[in-house]
């Protein structure tokens, strides 16, 4: 029903910036919050930074000051912009969204597949 397509990982040096894009499609009637998340080797998935779609923004104390999240509503479409990036941040980025359907009344909760960020010092 609902597709979240992640891109925009990869590898960079210590220090570096990348920008993450994650777009919605399917039958969608509105999108509330959206967020990314992170999940490292051996480590449980964590809330990177979240956004409604009003454009309130929160981030998890790691990041503050160096990501930036933002989104373009006509595009269904997430950003986060890593800047300052350091080998701590390596993980598989997953995007995250509450997402009401065409036809149903509620929300649904979707995941993105993933895609790899991997920063080397």
């Known amino acids: 029903q609902v597709q979240l397509v992640e891109s925009g990982g990869g590898l960079v040096q210590a220090g570096g910036s990348l920008r993450l894009s994650c777009t919605a499609s399917?039958?969608?009637?509105?999108?509330?919050?959206m967020g990314w998340y992170r999940q490292a080797p051996g480590k449980q998935r964590e809330l990177v930074a979240t956004?409604?779609?009003?454009?309130?923004?929160n981030y998890v104390d790691s990041v503050k000051g160096r990501f930036a999240i933002s989104r373009d509503n006509a595009k269904n479409t997430v950003y986060l912009r890593m800047s300052s990036l350091k080998p701590e941040d390596t993980a598989v980025y997953y995007c995250?969204?509450?997402?009401?359907?065409?036809?149903?009344?509620?929300?649904?909760?979707?995941w993105g597949q993933g895609t790899q960020v991997t920063v080397s010092s």
């Open positions: 399917g039958i969608i009637f509105s999108i509330n919050a």
């Open positions: 995250n969204a509450d997402v009401k359907t065409i036809g149903y009344s509620g929300l649904r909760n979707y």
């Open positions: 956004i409604t779609s009003g454009g309130d923004t």
